[in-house]
């Protein structure tokens, strides 16, 4: 059974830089897209940023184009979420997971216990 465990989280200040990774065990999912979500209090889960196979094709929600990039490295069974010019609306869980549709952001593993990521203005 794959089981994902998300680090990296912390307090930082606005316009600040996190690196957020994600290992995935028990299985891999190497042939599958890896995403990025969050959550913030009170909020639906949201997707952030996915990496297909190959690492060679990235995607992002619109309010995180140009300050976050997402990468994998295969042999680590790791993603990575970099976050450059953190912003207050930034501040929520992180969770990664596998992503079986683009089109509607559904996951084909179990959620991690995500990491938590705040942000101060």
């Known amino acids: 059974q794959v089981q994902l465990v998300e680090s990296g989280g912390g307090l930082v200040q606005a316009g600040g830089s996190l690196r957020l990774a994600c290992a995935a065990s028990g299985r891999t999912f190497s042939n599958a897209d890896m995403g990025w979500f969050r959550q913030a209090p009170g909020k639906e889960r949201e997707f952030v940023a996915g990496v297909n196979p190959s690492g060679g094709h990235t995607y992002y929600s619109e309010s995180v184009n140009g300050r976050f990039t997402i990468s994998r490295d295969s042999v680590k069974n790791t993603v990575y979420l970099q976050m450059n010019s953190l912003k207050p609306e930034d501040t929520a869980i992180y969770f990664c997971?596998?992503?079986?549709?683009?089109?509607?952001?559904?996951?084909?593993?179990?959620w991690g216990r995500g990491t938590q990521v705040t942000v101060s203005s």
């Open positions: 997971n596998a992503v079986w549709d683009r089109s509607t952001f559904a996951v084909l593993g179990p």
